[in-house]
């Protein structure tokens, strides 16, 4: 589901990763109308058509998975592209009210635990955010049990 709001903001791509067992491998849609932040190498491409992205191409040969996919699609809309496509941006945590960011730095957390354990390349970068989203947890959690 997509929020209105952010169909308008010409900022903001949306993209969607689908997995077909049918195909044998995930593809990624371009679902904004954003092509122009989208970098030059995929001017062409239709709109109803999968991107072609070297990790989707590479997932039964050579073993990709979604967060390859991931660090791909990042890199193609930021430019310059991130040292850490996964770093967390904090203030987001902050804004939100304290019940729904315990479940939702919960959540962030298996994810970079995940990265951290399954990703040589990227542990480094999210070990520091997993400090930083379990020190909020763990304060998130004294002030949610005080009644």
């Given at each position: 589901?997509?929020?209105?709001?952010d169909e308008?903001?010409?900022?903001?791509?949306?993209f969607?990763?689908?997995?077909?067992?049918?195909?044998?491998?995930?593809?990624?849609?371009?679902?904004?109308?954003?092509?122009k932040?989208?970098?030059?190498?995929?001017?062409?491409m239709?709109?109803?058509?999968?991107?072609?992205l070297?990790?989707?191409?590479?997932?039964?040969?050579?073993?990709s998975r979604?967060?390859?996919?991931?660090?791909?699609?990042?890199s193609?809309?930021?430019?310059?592209?991130p040292f850490?496509?996964?770093a967390?941006?904090?203030?987001?945590?902050?804004?939100?009210?304290?019940?729904?960011?315990?479940?939702?730095?919960?959540?962030?957390?298996?994810?970079l635990?995940?990265?951290?354990?399954?990703?040589?390349?990227?542990?480094?970068?999210?070990?520091?955010?997993?400090?930083?989203?379990?020190?909020?947890?763990?304060?998130?959690?004294?002030?949610?049990?005080?009644?």
């Open positions: 589901m997509t929020n209105t709001n308008q903001d010409d900022s903001k791509v949306s969607l990763i689908a997995g077909y067992a049918r195909y044998g491998q995930p593809f990624v849609w371009l679902r904004s109308d954003q092509r932040l989208v970098k030059q190498q995929h001017e062409q239709e709109p109803d058509m999968p991107l072609k070297v990790s989707t191409n590479n997932w039964a040969s050579q073993g979604l967060i390859d996919i991931i660090s791909e699609i990042l193609l809309v930021l430019l310059p592209a850490n496509p996964f967390v941006n904090h203030a987001l945590f902050s804004s939100l009210p304290v019940e729904e960011s315990l479940v939702c730095t919960a959540a962030m957390l298996d994810f635990s995940g990265i951290f354990l399954l990703d040589p390349v990227y542990s480094d970068h999210v070990l520091e955010d997993i400090k930083l989203l379990q020190q909020r947890q763990f304060k998130e959690l004294a002030i949610a049990a005080v009644p």
